[in-house]
């Protein structure tokens, strides 16, 4: 019997080889050139790497792939134009780390709520503050949130907790929710402006200086998308001039943010270095159930989850 070729990185091995089933076999790279010496036979891939470059090459080399796995949940990484020419199937990790990201915009509105980068600094001195350095109340807030996939979904569950009014952008308009033509009009009205949408060319600096002018003066950006939806320049001004309350950034453009950045001495910014879905466990748990599920749908011709739009990007 003709055995499927699946190549992995050795990261993810104990956890998924011990449960392969037979039709499998598996090849285990532990660097660049060896998963560059095996990518060319796989017919199942799973190619995360942290170097982003190299991860690009070694797809571009498995010119027999069929289905492409990925634990990231963003593709903007990925040659998926490459992929749709071949006809290969890319499923990602969108919704893995959606617990934790929806986690840390919780933690990230908190923070900048209640001051509580000064009350650590506080400690820090052995200093007994008399007052609050933040007074604000996420009670009765108002918050826009733009990208309403896995993560959006629960940043909405966990702030209704909360009591924060939000309202959603998406395709199809609802109660409660924008059109992605309407939100822009309307960014005065919010204390806090989440950013959870995929990258891609139409998300590409959606948020720019008219935007934030548009903005409250105390209204905080959130983002936990990534760093090229925001035009960071512009942010940086914004930030300086004290044209909006302060920006909770997970992601940056570049990553990793230069020690030199400006941002990372404004004391109204908060930079997470795009930690938010690696604080967790569960992570490469989770990713090897997904990947097993899909897997034996893989083998009965059944469709894969989630299962990339390569036209789309997400």
Do not use: C
Request: charged share 25%; net charge negative; proline share 5%.
């Amino acid at each position: 019997m003709t055995k499927t070729k699946f190549v992995a990185s050795g990261l993810i091995r104990s956890l998924v080889e011990p449960r392969l089933p037979g039709w499998v076999e598996p090849h285990w790279f532990m660097s660049k050139d060896e998963a560059l010496a095996l990518a060319p036979t796989a017919e199942i891939g799973w190619f995360d790497m942290y170097d982003k470059a190299a991860m690009r090459e070694i797809i571009l080399a498995a010119t027999k792939l069929k289905w492409l796995n990925s634990i990231y949940a963003g593709v903007d990484d990925i040659p998926t134009a490459e992929l749709r020419a071949r006809g290969t199937k890319l499923t990602n990790g969108a919704g893995i780390n959606a617990i934790t990201i929806a986690e840390y915009v919780v933690m990230g509105m908190l923070t900048t709520a209640k001051g509580y980068r000064d009350v650590v600094r506080a400690q820090e001195k052995h200093e007994w503050l008399l007052d609050s350095p933040g007074k604000v109340e996420l009670f009765g807030s108002k918050a826009l949130l733009l990208g309403y996939g896995a993560i959006g979904k629960l940043i909405e569950e966990r702030l209704k907790a909360f009591n924060v009014d939000v309202t959603i952008v998406r395709r199809t308009p609802g109660p409660n929710s924008l059109a992605p033509d309407a939100w822009q009009s309307r960014l005065g009205e919010f204390d806090w402006i989440i950013l959870a949408v995929p990258a891609t060319p139409e998300t590409e600096e959606m948020i720019g200086a008219d935007e934030l002018a548009a903005m409250k003066q105390s209204a905080v950006l959130i983002n936990i998308a990534r760093g090229s939806v925001v035009d960071q320049d512009a942010l940086v001004k914004a930030l300086q001039d004290k044209q909006i309350g302060g920006a909770f950034l997970d992601v940056t453009t570049p990553e990793p943010l230069p020690a030199d950045h400006a941002l990372w001495s404004l004391d109204n910014a908060h930079i997470t270095m795009h930690l938010s879905g690696r604080a967790q466990d569960k992570m490469f748990v989770r990713s090897a159930e997904r990947f097993l599920e899909n897997l034996a749908r893989y083998h009965k011709g059944e469709k894969l989850e989630p299962l990339v739009n390569l036209e789309l990007g997400y």
